[in-house]
């Protein structure tokens, strides 16, 4: 396929596995103007480097700038788009009108990708922002392949990205005031609680009486009536391709490394090698919601995730691997694991899907049989010659 593959990084660390697993861009969030800022994110001699080093592979940096601004934000704005044009990056991805002004006065060479949070659910917002000199468009998960196809035609020299899998919003394209609510956090500037996924119960109470907590069930599956399904796209993506998408884009920048590893992983070997199977039983490893494609294929009613808040996934994240010698893979590690274990490699090199039993395993130089310090590093013996950069994880 060719098409861009873009992953999310939310620190330096999940950047460097997001490239090394295929991702061909990752998209990034400074510590200010991000709808992630809770993410670590990077500073700003960490976006430096970050576009070196994808540069260096070949690959892209977006960062993303995506809040709805305030007046007290903008002094600051012209300044960040100015160092991030210096920096190099590829682009910025912005929602807001003003912060599109601010990035074009400052940083006239900077392409700019138009947000998902700015709602572009039809052909003429699209060809508005073209005219305004956006690159490209992140269009809204509410599309279906029909209306793609249809804005593609009508604007023909913008670029399409579209969200392919992860955590989808049950409010409007992400616009959402129900963490502002509840939790005076503002969602529309980074701080969302994900209100939407908690288990919701009522109560009657008056002066005469009170009932206590009650169940809430939409129906007999649960509670969970305002936590969507993730999104999962693998099926669809020579469809997406003809609709003109050129960028597959993938959730997360709050996932974990072994989340990225393995959605990356998944979807480097279905756009080479086409879907499978196998690629759909890969996406069940790591923790995910039950899966829809949205309103890809037209209206859909069956979009809500009622069972519970997310389901952990088929494996439990073992390790990281830094490093093979001798015979013995350096690990890091992520999950408890003990001497006469199975474990599972999660590479993009042949390796993948190989198993091996631990038989030794060393701790500054000392052999043990229970590997239980998080982040310490063990010697393993594998079988394999695992590069640094691959993941091991243990089947449940």
């Known amino acids: 396929m060719n098409v861009e593959l873009l992953a999310p990084a939310g620190n330096f660390s999940k950047l460097k596995t997001a490239l090394y697993f295929g991702a ?34 070949g690959k892209k940096i977006y960062v993303t700038a995506n809040i709805f601004a305030k007046n007290a934000d903008m002094a600051q704005m012209e300044d960040y788009f100015a160092f991030l044009q210096s920096a190099g990056v590829d682009a910025a991805i912005i929602s807001d009108s003003g912060v599109f002004y601010a990035a074009k006065k400052s940083a006239p060479k900077l392409p700019i990708h138009i947000s998902t949070q700015a709602n572009l659910t039809n052909k003429y917002a699209v060809k508005f922002w073209r005219e305004q000199g956006a690159t490209r468009a992140v269009l809204a998960r509410e599309l279906s392949l029909e209306e793609i196809a249809e804005i593609h ?29 509840l939790a005076g956090r503002e969602s529309n500037r980074g701080e ?8 919701y119960q009522i109560r009657k109470s008056d002066e005469k009486s009170d009932s206590g907590w009650l169940d809430t069930e939409e129906d007999g599956r649960g509670t969970y009536i305002l936590n969507s399904k993730d999104l999962n796209m693998s099926a669809h993506l020579e469809e997406l391709e003809r609709a003109g998408v050129c960028s597959f884009k993938i959730e997360g920048r709050m996932k974990s490394e072994y989340y990225l590893a393995t959605v990356i992983n998944a979807y480097r070997r279905c756009m080479d090698g086409g879907y499978s199977e196998a690629v759909e039983r890969e996406l069940l490893t790591a923790a995910h919601r039950d899966y829809t494609v949205a309103y890809a294929l037209g209206e859909n009613k069956n979009t809500v995730n009622y069972t519970d808040s997310q389901t952990k996934g088929d494996c439990d994240y073992i390790a990281n691997v830094a490093g093979f010698k001798d ?9 408890r694991f003990k001497v006469g274990d199975e474990l599972e490699i999660l590479s993009p090199t042949d390796n993948f899907g190989k198993s091996f039993k631990v038989e030794k395993a060393f701790a500054d130089g000392e052999e ?12 393993i013996s594998c079988p394999f010659a695992l590069q640094s950069g691959d993941v091991l994880r243990r089947r449940k």
Request: charged share 20%; hydrophobic share 45%.
């Open 327 to 335: 015979g013995f893979a350096q690990v890091e590690m992520r999950g």
């Open 24 to 57: 061909d861009a990752a998209y990034i969030g400074g510590k200010d103007f991000s709808l992630r800022s809770f993410a670590d994110n990077f500073t700003r001699d960490e976006i430096a480097e970050a576009v070196r080093l994808a540069h260096s592979l």
């Open 153 to 181: 035609a009508f604007v023909p020299d913008m670029e399409l990205e579209a969200f392919v899998h992860g955590a989808m919003c049950i409010s409007y394209s992400g616009r959402c005031l129900l963490s502002n609510y």
């Open 192 to 199: 969302c609680v994900q209100a939407c996924r908690w288990n």
């Open 368 to 379: 043990v049989t229970d590997c239980k310090l998080v982040q310490k590093i063990y010697a």
